[in-house]
Antibody, heavy 122, light 109 residues
């Protein structure tokens, strides 16, 4: 069965960086992409970006351009999301999710990881 | 950026009743519209993709319709486990982006 297992909760100070991992299993990793979605406490879902596990192409949400980097390691079927220059309003649960888009852009997001809480506080 | 608007914000219904949720896009998204269900403390779950296709394992009481800018998620007869928040989501190839609607909460009347 498809599983996406994310790294554990993080507490960071403003200005720091965080890197969240997402290990995939139960499917051919390079046949799909990975989208990252975050959810601030009590708020809705915000798409952060997408990466193809096939060719490494990325698309990032405009508001996060320059602060976010998404990568994959196909040897371990793991995706990573790094967010830099953290602010208090980056406090959220961060989800990775399997995306059927694997060439140029995001497509259908189907299976989700369990979420990683990132807290930004001084 | 394509903006999605969902209505109503909250829908108060009883088990067994029919739920009709609306999602409107600021410009045409063709049929590239999905619906997700989220319960407290859980990750979202894909219900419908490409406007009207049920995802694997989703009960037949969930159905989606629409194209262009107006979409509807219908739950034909609410089960106790259906009380949750529902999000619509669109994807576009240019600019390559994904956006979610603000959500509709379906709660018990």
């Amino acid at each position: 069965q498809v599983q996406l297992v994310q790294s554990g909760a993080e507490v960071k100070k403003p200005g720091a960086s965080v890197k969240v991992s997402c290990k995939a299993s139960g499917y051919t990793f390079t046949s799909y992409g990975i989208s990252w979605v975050r959810q601030a406490p009590g708020q809705g879902l915000e798409w952060m970006g997408w990466i193809s596990a096939y060719n490494g192409n990325t698309n990032y949400a405009q508001k996060l351009q320059g602060r976010v980097t998404m990568t994959t390691d196909t040897s371990t079927s793991t995706a990573y999301m790094e967010l830099r220059s953290l602010r208090s309003d980056d406090t959220a649960v961060y989800y990775c999710a399997r995306d059927s888009g694997n060439i140029a852009a995001a497509d259908t997001i189907d299976y989700w990881g369990q979420g990683t809480l990132v807290t930004v506080s001084s | 950026e394509i903006v999605l608007t969902q209505s109503p914000a909250t829908l108060s219904l009883s088990p067994g009743e029919r739920a009709t949720l609306s999602c409107r896009a600021s410009q045409s998204v063709s049929s590239y519209l999905a619906w997700y269900q989220q319960k407290p403390g859980q990750a979202p779950r894909l219900l419908i993709y490409d406007a009207s296709n049920r995802a694997t394992g989703i009960p037949a009481r969930f159905s989606g319709s629409g194209s262009g800018t107006d979409f509807t998620l219908t739950i034909s007869s609410l089960e106790p486990e259906d009380f949750a928040v529902y999000y619509c989501q669109q994807r576009s190839n240019w600019p390559p982006e994904v956006t979610f609607g603000p959500g509709t909460k379906v709660d018990i009347k």
